[in-house]
């Protein structure tokens, strides 16, 4: 799959809830393509895990 692709399937992932399967597609997109809009998406991720799960999370 190309980055664009699995950028594709990390949003449709978090849209279910499932974030740590997003958070997977998104760094196999920043891994293929570092400019990846996934880049972006992966730390807003980060950000809100740190913010609700701050116990539960470690990045």
Do not use: V
Request: proline share 5%.
């Amino acid at each position: 799959m190309t980055a664009e692709e699995w950028y594709k399937r990390g949003n449709g992932l978090r849209q279910q809830g499932d974030f740590q399967g997003a958070m997977n597609c998104y760094l196999e997109a920043i891994a293929l393509d570092p400019e990846s809009p996934a880049q972006e998406a992966m730390q807003m991720l980060d950000d809100i895990m740190n913010y609700y799960h701050k116990d539960a999370y470690n990045p």
